[in-house]
């Protein structure tokens, strides 16, 4: 219809997205598609799309979220704290043995989620820890994510007064009822081996990446490959392989002959310092409960 309005009105220089939008907007008719006779393949697809689309309703209202205050009024998370986090939630949370294969949607956070201790973790579940025959992680764009737990955090209340941890926790807890509450996962001194120095690793691995981090989009470790981690720029394209560990290690090869596995010491001995200074500061702003919680942190 374009092309017969230009050949009745050659004066009329006219675009085609203007013209398709004063014809559906002024004449109040719109361009649909059939309702008979369609086409097989499509409706196949559209199909599979809603089954899809069902099942992950159901699984986002079955399976609980969790997320984990630091007890050690630790401000911030390091690779350490996102590294423990996967090692919590690999081993509790009743993820099943059966699961071998583990995908990952993070964000390019350089200090948690996109470097190399965390990459180093992951080769380590595959092939010293064998949790997993392959792991595949996923960098979305920015602003294009869409991923259930940001609506998760977008829910709660930013402006709510929070003094102390347990302040949090409750906030948390609290902010969402349907399908099911938030659990929160205290991490204290009871539990504190979930943090351990995995930079340590190290001493398996080469110290240095030998792969550029920040332009990888997806990052997979497979069995099937032991001295090598994949990765990519793009989200289909072809797959660039990269050594990360030492033939030589003699260690690596004693620990898969005796079937065990390293784990690195603690990172935390306890409650994490904070100075004189923070805790005068923090005195001036903060409720009675909560002077006295930050005055029983230790602090230099």
Known sequence: MWEMFKNMHPGNKVSYEIHRTIFTTDFNIAFGYPRT????????????????????????????VYTSPNKKQKIGRTKEDITAEIKQLTTLHDLHLYIRKLDLFCDSCGGQN???????????????????????????????????????????????????????????????????SFVVEHLSEDNQHIFQKWTDLNKFYKKKASFPIQSIRQFEVSKEHPRLIKYRDTYNGTWTSAVVMDRKSMVLKNLETNNQFFLPEISYKGPIPISAANLQSLKKFCGKEAQDYFTSLVHN
């Open 114 to 180: 996109k470097n190399y201790t965390f990459f180093r973790y992951l080769h380590n579940l595959v092939h010293q820890q064998k949790r997993f025959d392959s792991v595949r992680v996923t960098f979305p764009i920015r602003g294009h994510s869409y991923m259930e737990n940001d609506k998760n955090m977008g829910i709660i209340n930013q402006k709510a007064r929070v003094e102390t941890v347990k302040e949090l926790c409750d906030l948390v807890q609290s902010t969402r009822k349907k399908p099911s």
């Open 37 to 64: 006779d369609t086409c097989s393949t499509c409706d196949e697809y559209l199909a599979k799309i809603k089954s899809l689309e069902h099942e992950k309703q159901n699984a986002s209202n079955e399976n609980p």
